[in-house]
């Protein structure tokens, strides 16, 4: 596979990730050698198609984020012209993005999460679903996007359900004190435990993952010895029980407010880890050896359509 079409942008809420992910990916691509044509996808798919089919490249690499990119959209798209594409294929990504029916899966796989409730807009303005603290966050969001934290003494709950922007079903979940850790995955190798501290906010938001200065990566994690593994066993498991394939990124809530070892919890699987400039994926690849250019050939590598 020697020239390769990059998607990025899109029409999520994070598009301008994608543009930054894109941008990285398209130069690694090149210092790898390959011939990489970018397409900028928008809203009108015919476009897309049109110029893929004009492009006519050996694969895809997709650096889409969010809706449309990650839940199986695009991949069932490049399914149907037969295009190779990095990262999961259509069912596993769906799988991946939908929180309610990714913990079912893990749950099914034995694998530690949250406890969770699925309540609509009604019921979250009225009150409180679960104790406090609890979380709010759509079930078909990535990024953080939508996410709230509510503790004690908050009374923001009724304002979120009135601006809620992300469907009529709202996901809330126990809140799981402590650190957030971050496992990447290539194939059925996990590459180290990252613990991230968030400077900009209460919790890893979007700005904390995003911004300069936002968070800071302590990698590898300086964790009890037992919970890194398992941290690092139970990202591959996830991985397999959901049918992903190439790179993806397990996030874990770790409690160890009552010393070490703590409790670990799954959060969830990113079928589409960023790759910007403050991205986890690729700072766990440099510690494993592996450079960005490499990386990005590896993800070509592994490219193909289907399940």
Not at 4 to 20: K, P, T
Not at 123 to 133: F, G
Request: charged share 20%; hydrophobic share 45%; net charge negative.
């Amino acid at each position: 596979m020697t020239h390769i079409a990059v998607l990025h942008g899109g029409i999520s809420a994070e598009r301008e990730v994608s543009l930054a992910s894109g941008a990285q990916c398209i130069a690694a691509l090149r210092e790898a050698g390959f011939e990489v044509t970018p397409i900028d996808v928008g809203a009108d798919l015919v476009a897309t198609i049109a110029a893929l089919r004009a492009a006519r490249p050996d694969a895809v690499f997709n650096a889409l984020h969010g809706s449309f990119g990650e839940d199986g959209c695009i991949q069932g798209v490049l399914d149907w012209m037969g295009l190779p594409y990095t990262h999961s294929g259509l069912r596993a990504s769906a799988l991946a993005m939908d929180k309610v029916a990714a913990k079912a899966v893990f749950r099914a796989a034995g694998l530690p999460v949250a406890p969770h409730r699925l309540v609509d807009l009604a019921e979250l303005a009225a009150a409180d679903p679960l104790p406090r603290p609890f979380v709010v966050k759509p079930v078909n969001e990535g990024s953080s996007v939508g996410v709230h934290v509510l503790r004690h003494g908050d009374n923001r709950r009724a304002e979120i359900a009135a601006n809620w922007r992300f469907g009529d079903i709202v996901l809330v979940e126990e809140y799981i004190p402590g650190r957030e850790l971050t496992v990447g995955v290539l194939g059925d190798r996990a590459l180290a435990v990252t613990d991230i501290l968030a400077d900009a906010g209460e919790f890893y938001d979007y700005d904390s993952k995003y911004a300069a200065g936002g968070s800071r990566h302590m990698l590898p994690a300086a964790i009890d010895a037992g919970i890194y593994a398992q941290a690092m066993d139970v990202a591959v498991a996830a991985h397999q029980a959901l049918g992903c394939r190439g790179a993806t990124r397990a996030d874990f809530r770790y409690d160890d407010t009552a010393g070490e070892p703590g409790r670990l919890v799954l959060l969830e699987v990113n079928t589409q880890p960023g790759l910007t400039p403050t991205s986890l994926l690729p700072e766990q690849a440099a510690l494993a050896g592996i450079a960005f250019p490499a990386l990005c050939a590896w993800m070509v590598e592994q490219a193909r359509h289907g399940p």
